[in-house]
């Protein structure tokens, strides 16, 4: 659950937050605002570039299975 409004942000005041970043490989798909205390995601955004990421990788399966 998110933190969308002054109520729900109001909550983890005090709290121990970190921004945690998510990667696979070298590509950091998500990177998210948590609460530790609460163990809540807070606020999070996806890489704009893993829909990019994803075509290239179909791309360069795609050009692999055309050689065989
Ligand atoms: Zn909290």
Redo the contacts with the bound molecule.
């Keep these: 659950m998110s933190s969308r409004n002054f109520e729900e942000l109001s909550?983890?005041v005090g709290?121990d937050v970190e921004v945690v970043r998510y990667q696979q490989g070298g590509h950091i798909y998500n990177i998210a605002i948590e609460?530790n205390?609460?163990g809540?995601v807070l606020l999070d955004f996806d890489n704009p570039k893993n829909a990019y990421q994803h075509l290239q990788t179909k791309m360069k399966l795609h050009l692999e299975g055309e050689k065989n």
Excluded: I, Q, S
């Design positions: 909550c983890h709290h609460c205390d609460c809540t």
